[in-house]
Each structure stands twice: as C-alpha cells, then as structure tokens.
T-cell receptor, first 112, second 115 residues
Framework: GNSVTQMEGPVTLSEEAFLTINCTYT??????LFWYVQYPGEGLQLLLK?????DKGSNKGFEATYRKETTSFHLEKGSVQVSDSAVYFC???????????FGAGTTVTVRA | SAVISQKPSRDICQRGTSLTIQCQVD?????MFWYRQQPGQSLTLIAT?????????ESGFVIDKFPISRPNLTFSTLTVSNMSPEDSSIYLC????????????FGPGTRLTVL
C-alpha cells in the first residue's frame, strides 16, 4: 500500500535560517506528491505539488522536487520567517486511487 | 479552487450524544471526503461520501458510528454517534480538484471536544 514517512519534529529555527523537511514515500503506482501546511488555528492548505518525476513544486519561497529514484519529496526554504511557523504535512495520491495518504506532520517554529 | 465551509466550527458535547457536521461547497464536485485529525496527529481518512449511494468507509470506521449523507453534489454531512472522549478530534471535509489523482482542498474543520 501507499505510505509517507516524514521527518519528525518539532523543528525550531531562527529567522532567515534554511529549512529542510525530509519526506519519502512508498507507492504502488505513479503518485502525485503534495505538501500541505496548517497554520496555528487554521485549516489545511495546499502549499505545493508535483505530479510527475523531476517536477518541482514551488510556492511562497518553498520548493520540493519529485525524485523518483530516491522516492523523496523534501521541502526546502532558503530563508524562513516567523510567519512560516506551522505544521507541514507531506502527502501522496496514487492516480489509480484518489485517496490521500499523509505523513505524520512536522511542527516548525521560527523564532525572531 | 473550491470554497468549502463547515458547520459548526467547534462544539463541546456530552458523552453518549451525537453531533452532525455539515460541509458545503460553492461548486459541484464529484468526490467529497471526510477526515479525522486526532490531537497532535496526522489526518486519517474516514470515508468517501458518494452522491446517490452509500459512503465508502475505510478500515476501522463503520457506518453505525459515522453515518454520512450526500444528498447532492455540493453538500455532505458526517454524524459522530454515541460519542466518547476518544472522539475528540478535528473533523475535516475535503473535495477533489479538477483532475483525479491530484490535490484535495480542505474545509476549515470542526473541532469537537467530548466530555
């Protein structure tokens, strides 16, 4: 079956630091990959996505590249801000199966 | 993306009672889903709400505990029945994007506390 393994947190950073959150996946088909973000007290928002190998998703300064050879989709941001403090979820959707499988989530706290 | 609203946004309920959560979408969608997010945990799919037929439940979830209705392509309800403190969670509905196998968009969630 499909599964997502995500770097455990919590992660605490200073403003302007570099952020990486590791995500690897197991899927039977050719999945689409996603990063969702949940800001404090808010719902789940799609941050970025990639639908095929070597695609790079990007949004709000965040990037992630779909690496089929390493079955990974690591999230990166070069310079974080306090407003990036949130819980980040890696997820996949197998095209043959519409269901979303989520990682455990990584809590990121950015300090001024 | 679709605009999704949920009611209520939060509630505090007594053990043994039931709560019905509503999910409204501003456009017609084929696929609607219900998820549970237990405190400090990730999201777990409860069921897929099918229009015109019975919902499809995931392993560990049953219709008697979580009955779902889907009367049309813009609306669904999830009932949490005979609640216990273990049902305290955030319940979220989601809809599929334009293409199968791609992103889902989530409602703001309903935060349920059972005493």
């Amino acid at each position: 079956g499909n599964s997502v393994t995500q770097m455990e947190g919590p992660v605490t950073l200073s403003e302007e630091a570099f952020l990486t959150i590791n995500c690897t996946y197991t899927a039977t088909g050719y999945p689409s990959l996603f990063w969702y973000v949940q800001y404090p007290g808010e719902g789940l928002q799609l941050l970025l996505k990639a639908t095929k190998a070597d695609d790079k998703g990007s949004n709000k300064g965040f990037e992630a590249t779909y690496r089929k050879e390493t079955t990974s989709f690591h999230l990166e941001k070069g310079s974080v801000q306090v407003s990036d403090s949130a819980v980040y979820f890696c997820a996949l959707s197998d095209r043959g199966d519409y269901k979303l499988s989520f990682g455990a989530g990584t809590t990121v706290t950015v300090r001024a | 993306s679709a605009v999704i609203s949920q009611k209520p946004s939060r509630d505090i309920c007594q053990r043994g009672t039931s709560l019905t959560i509503q999910c409204q979408v501003d456009s017609q969608v084929t696929m609607m889903f219900w998820y549970r997010q237990q405190p400090g945990q990730s999201l777990t799919l409860i069921a897929t709400a099918n229009q015109g037929s019975e919902a499809t439940y995931e392993s560990g979830f049953v219709i008697d505990k979580f009955p779902i209705s889907r009367p049309n392509l813009t609306f669904s309800t999830l009932t949490v029945s005979n609640m216990s403190p273990e049902d305290s969670s955030i319940y979220l509905c989601s809809v599929e994007g334009r293409r199968r196998g791609h992103e889902q968009f989530f409602g703001p969630g309903t935060r349920l506390t059972v005493l």
